[in-house]
């Protein structure tokens, strides 16, 4: 099982931006990767996802235009580059390995068994 590390998380104001790391143990590069985020009382949440070769992404219509998701895998890293915060996006965000076929289709939470630490992300108003 791969172990995936998040980090990049703090606190910014409304209209800022940041950048959260996930960082894999061992090569990915033949897997999908993807974001997940969930606020506290609230279910989690599809956030992005990104094929093997990092040509195709996916995005919840609550972050398209403001989130973009890239891959290194010759550094088996993922980023979530978040810009124009709202304080709609507060909560942990988790990184996640996905299946080897890209179907371009919103993550289920409901189908990954094991979740990392995550990071927070708080923003304020």
């Known amino acids: 099982q791969v172990q995936l590390a998040e980090s990049g998380g703090g606190l910014v104001q409304a209209g800022g931006s940041l950048r959260l790391s996930c960082t894999a143990s061992?090569?990915?590069?033949?897997?999908?990767m993807g974001w997940f985020r969930q606020a506290p009382g609230k279910e989690r949440e599809f956030v992005a996802a990104?094929?093997?070769?990092?040509?195709?992404?996916n995005y919840a219509d609550s972050v398209k235009g403001r989130f973009t998701i890239s891959r290194d895998n010759a550094r088996n890293m993922m980023y979530l580059q978040m810009n124009s915060l709202k304080p709609e996006d507060t909560a942990v965000y988790y990184c996640?390995?996905?299946?080897?076929?890209?179907?371009?289709?919103?993550?289920?939470?409901?189908?990954?068994?094991?979740w990392g630490q995550g990071t927070q992300v708080t923003v304020s108003s």
């Open positions: 996640l390995q996905g299946p080897r076929l890209w179907t371009g289709s919103a993550w289920n939470p409901h189908d990954f068994d094991s």
């Open positions: 990104i094929s093997w070769g990092g040509t195709r992404t």
């Open positions: 061992e090569d990915t590069s033949s897997y999908t």
